[in-house]
C-alpha cells in the first residue's frame, strides 16, 4: 500500500477541518482530492506529507508511519505544496542541490539526482538561471522537480494547476501524467474538469469529509444525460411529451423549448423524434444534456454516498 490513511481529524483550535479522512493508494496513476475551497484538501495533504501533526488518526506512506519513522516514510514522498517553496535568489541547479541533500541523498549521487530531476521536468536548460526570473509554469517545474529529486514512490501536489495560464496548463497536465508513469501522484484540485482530465480515481472531499471516493469511471456514471432540450416549431402539452415511453417528467423553458427528463432510455432522442413526427410536433432542435459538472458537485456534496 503505497498511501494509507486511518481516520485522519485535524482541528484547528475547537473547529475540526477534516474528520474521519480514509483514504487506500494501492498503485501508481493519477488519484485526484477533489473539492471546494475550504473543504480541507491542504490540511490532508500537509498531514500526509507531514507538514502538519494531525490531531488524531494515523498515516502511512509505503508502510511507514508519519509520525512514528517520519524518516522512512518521507523517503517515499514527494510534495509541492500549494506555493512551491522555492528560494527565488538560488539558480536552480543550487536550489535542487540543496533539496537534494535536504532529501539526505548521498553527496556523490546529488549531481546525478539533480540532472535527473530537471531532466524529466524539461528545465536542464535553466540550470543557471536564478528562479526570480522564470515564469511562473517553469518555477512550478522547479517544485515539481524537488518533490521527485529522491525519485519517491508518492507525490503529492496540492492544486499544482492552480493559476497557470492556457498553455502551461497544457504542459503541467502533461508533464504531470509523466510523473505518474512510474509513480503514484496524488493531486488536488477545486476544478472538476481538471480531475476528469487527469485522474484515473478521484476522492471527493466536502466540509472536511470525504463523500465519494471511486474510480473516475464510476464517477462518470453520475454524469449520464437525464434530461435533453426540445425545441419544437409547434410545442405539445407536456402530458402528451410524458406518453413517449422513458419520459419521466417535462417543462416548458419558454413557449416552444422543453426540457425532457428521462429514466435509462438509450434512445429517447430518436422515441422523441418518431412521436414528434407521427404528432406533428414539427421538431426543431434536440440536444442530450450531459449533467452539468457543477451540478453533479453539487449533488454530490449534499448526499454521502460512499
Ligand atoms: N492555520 C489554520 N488555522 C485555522 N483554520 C484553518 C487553518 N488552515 C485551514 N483552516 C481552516 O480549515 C478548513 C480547511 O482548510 P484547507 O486549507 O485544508 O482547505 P482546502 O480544501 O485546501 O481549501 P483551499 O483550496 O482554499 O486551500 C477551512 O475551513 C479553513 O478555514
Redesign the pocket.
Known sequence: MILKTENLS?R??A?W??RDINIEIADNGIIGLL????????????IICGALNQTEGNVFINGADIRKQPELAKQSIGFLP?NPPVYLDLTVDEYLTYTAELRKIESRKVKAAVAEAKEKTGITHFSKRVIRNLSGGYRQRVGISQAIIHKPKLVVM??PTNGLDPNQLIEARKLIREIARERTVLL?S?ILSEIHLLCREVIM?ES?RIIFSDSMDAFNNYMQPQSVLVRFANPPPVIELQQVQGITRAEYLTDKQARIFFDGEEDITERIIVAGVQRDWRIREVNLEKGQLDDIFKQLSTQTIQ
Open positions: 485535524h484547528y483550535g473547529n477541518a477534516i473539492g471546494s475551497n475550504g473543504a480541507g484538501k491542504s490540511t490532508t495533504m500537509n500549494q496540492d492544486e488536488s477545486h472531499i472536511g
